[in-house]
């Protein structure tokens, strides 16, 4: 049983009507009918989705060399509308009578196989297995709970406090988003972010993680801390959507939060998809006062051609070189370059993840501006914060 989907064939529908996309179906359909055999059966099961049922196979090998076969017939170039379309699809596999005998769940079964073949690149096709099914499952749930995870008040900002390496005060702190799952207990954003990305549940959530900083940043702002700086991590499909400077407008409105004390942070490969397209947009935030900074600087392809274009603030040396130094002459190398570049290009320079006063006397040589890590201060809620910083600030001036 093989489960087949056109992949992306929603964006076809909707960018070029569904005409269009009723054609390409039909196309789809007649290059099924031509790559399979008479004995075999194809039915289109809704959406771009087809069924096919091909029997009399002995082995895995002539399954996945059918597979194969269908993808070739659906790679060449569709010419719908009078343009060339480039459709790909993927498809799941179930076995009868290894995987089950019961006709509904071989269906079903072909489905689950899908979905990995969609979640590991597209343009492919997966197998069935019992394991799979355990993993998919618990995928699907995450997923689900997800949806309602504001609406029950699930979510939750810790903040992050960062010391300014020449005063030893707290200049600020990053929001980090924490789900607490009813069953599964604290979930990491690691893990759930991703999901959050691919079913676009980034952009409500995204919103409201913007929505509650920006509250806290007026609230540390009225409580006496002054220009305490809130940053906020922004996924790539935040910096996509062409009204994130107009909601970020409102936001700022709502909450009363100056946009000088918010801070978006993005990283070198939420940019890279759309360089020009970010560069314009990342542009737009800055002219509205919002500080914007380079996370996980030193992880991603750095193109120095488009960074010198970004109007960036501030960035962020990643965890995994600050680990090495003082010892690691690589690190230390990398490090050292870093802030020199930054420097020159007159930006500011945090170290992430400083965990040992070696590091951080090292980094404070070097002419790093901030560090953060739990040398300083652990990720903790927004009280902990004021009284985490308000301890510093008496220390200060003992
Ligand atoms: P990030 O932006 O690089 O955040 C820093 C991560 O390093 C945080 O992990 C923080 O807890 C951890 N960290 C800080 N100091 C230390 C240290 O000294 N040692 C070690 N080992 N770790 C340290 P966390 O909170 O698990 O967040 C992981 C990532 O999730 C973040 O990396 C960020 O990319 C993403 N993320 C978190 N909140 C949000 C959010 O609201 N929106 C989006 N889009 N992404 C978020
Ligand atoms: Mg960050
Ligand atoms: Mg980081």
């Known amino acids: 049983m093989l489960f087949l989907d056109l992949d992306r064939f929603k964006t076809i529908n909707d960018t070029l009507g569904h005409p269009a996309g009723d054609s390409l179906l039909q196309q789809a359909a007649k290059r099924l009918k031509t790559t399979l055999r008479e004995e075999d059966t194809i039915g289109r099961v809704g959406g771009d989705e087809f069924l096919i049922l091909v029997s009399e196979l002995t082995t895995l090998e002539d399954v996945g060399h059918v597979a194969d076969k269908i993808l070739k017939a659906l790679s060449a170039p569709f010419l719908v509308a009078d343009y060339e379309l480039h459709v790909s699809a993927s498809i799941g596999i179930s076995l009868y009578p290894r995987d089950t005998d019961d006709a509904d769940a071989l269906i079903q079964y072909a489905d689950t196989a899908l979905y990995l073949a969609k979640e590991q690149g597209r343009n492919t096709f997966r197998f069935f297995s019992p394991e799979l099914d355990s993993s998919v499952r618990t995928r699907l749930h995450l997923e689900n709970d997800l949806r309602s995870a504001i609406d029950k008040n699930q979510l939750f900002l810790q903040y992050q ?177 870093t802030i020199v ?58």
């Open 161 to 337: 406090p960062l010391m300014d390496l020449e005063t030893g005060h707290c200049s600020g702190a990053e929001a980090l988003l924490r789900w607490q799952h009813p069953e599964h207990g604290l979930i990491s954003p690691d893990d759930f972010i991703p999901i959050a990305e691919e079913t676009g549940l980034i952009i409500p959530i995204g919103e409201w993680v913007l929505g509650q900083a920006c509250l806290q940043a007026r609230l540390w702002q009225d409580a006496g801390m002054v220009d305490f700086r809130v940053s906020v991590n922004l996924s790539r499909r935040q910096l996509e959507q062409a009204g994130l400077p107009a909601t970020l407008r409102q936001i700022l409105h709502e909450t009363g939060c100056p946009p000088q004390l918010l801070e978006l942070e993005i990283t070198e490969s939420s940019t890279m998809s759309h360089p020009e397209q970010a560069i314009v947009r990342l542009n737009a935030l800055h002219e509205m006062g919002i500080g914007l900074a380079l996370d996980d600087y030193g992880t991603g392809y750095s193109s120095l051609a488009y960074l010198k274009r970004f109007p960036l603030d501030r960035m962020k040396i990643d965890r995994s070189f600050v680990e090495g130094i003082p010892d690691d002459s690589d690190d230390v190398a990398i490090v050292q370059t």
């Open 341 to 398: 570049m930054a420097r020159q290009l007159r930006l500011k320079v945090v170290a992430e993840g400083v965990e040992t006063s070696a590091q951080r006397a090292f980094l404070k040589a070097l002419g790093c501006d901030e560090i953060q890590g739990y040398l300083f201060a652990k990720p903790m809620s927004a009280g902990d914060v004021r009284n985490h910083c308000a301890v510093v600030w008496e220390k200060h001036k003992k």
